[in-house]
Antibody, heavy 119, light 107 residues
Framework: EVQLVESGGGLVQPGGSLRLSCAAS????????MTWVRQAPGKGLEWVSS????????SDADSVKGRFTISRDNSKSTLFLQMNSLRAEDSAIYYC????????????WGHGTLVTVSS | DIQMTQSPSSLSASVGDRVTLTCRAS??????LAWFQQIPGKAPKSLIY???SLQSGVPSRFSGSGSGTDFSLTISSLQPEDFATYYC?????????FGGGTKVEIK
């Protein structure tokens, strides 16, 4: 059974940093691209960042480019999102998503982790 | 960026009704279109990919159609567990983009 378990969310002040993790199991993590999607409270879905299976290629939304970095550790079946220079508008639930095929064919979603940026 | 427009933004329907949700892309995306269901408080769930392919485990009352710029999701006989918000998403090009969602409510 595919499982994606996000962690690392919480309350952070504007300008601060957080590192999200997503522990994957139930599939061969190293052979699938992965994506982060976020959802602000009461709002729709917004793509954040994607990474191919090897980690050698990434793509980021303009809204986070230069501030967020997606990475992965295939030896530990874990996806990361390093978030720096956080803003109030980054407040959202962040979902880790397994891709069926690169690019962008989203398959299975984790339960999400809540990030709140506030002073 | 490719804009995805869903209509209607919400609808009221009864159990057993046939409902059709539409999604329009701002440019040709061939069949690189997916549909997701989100129940309040839960993560989105994949229903349809490649415009018409049913995700494993999803009931056959769900079906997708369309190609190019115009797409639809049909629920042939609405069930109580289908009351949710539905999103379309294009994966023809980055940035990946989602429609604004259609909320299906109980009449």
């Amino acid at each position: 059974e595919v499982q994606l378990v996000e962690s690392g969310g919480g309350l952070v002040q504007p300008g601060g940093s957080l590192r999200l993790s997503c522990a994957a199991s139930g599939f061969t993590f190293s052979t699938y691209a992965m994506t982060w999607v976020r959802q602000a409270p009461g709002k729709g879905l917004e793509w954040v960042s994607s990474i191919i299976h090897s980690g050698g290629r990434t793509s980021d939304a303009d809204s986070v480019k230069g501030r967020f970095t997606i990475s992965r550790d295939n030896s530990k079946s874990t996806l990361f999102l390093q978030m720096n220079s956080l803003r109030a508008e980054d407040s959202a639930i962040y979902y880790c998503v397994k891709e069926r095929q690169w690019p962008g064919d989203l398959d299975f979603w984790g339960h999400g982790t809540l990030v709140t940026v506030s002073s | 960026d490719i804009q995805m427009t869903q209509s209607p933004s919400s609808l009221s329907a009864s159990v057993g009704d046939r409902v059709t949700l539409t999604c329009r892309a701002s440019q040709d995306i061939r069949n690189f279109l997916a549909w997701f269901q989100q129940i309040p408080g839960k993560a989105p769930k994949s229903l349809i990919y490649a415009a018409t392919s049913l995700q494993s485990g999803v009931p056959s009352r769900f079906s997708g159609s369309g190609s190019g710029t115009d797409f639809s999701l049909t629920i042939s006989s609405l069930q109580p567990e289908d009351f949710a918000t539905y999103y379309c998403q294009q994966y023809y090009a980055y940035p990946l983009t989602f429609g604004g969602g259609t909320k299906v409510e109980i009449k």
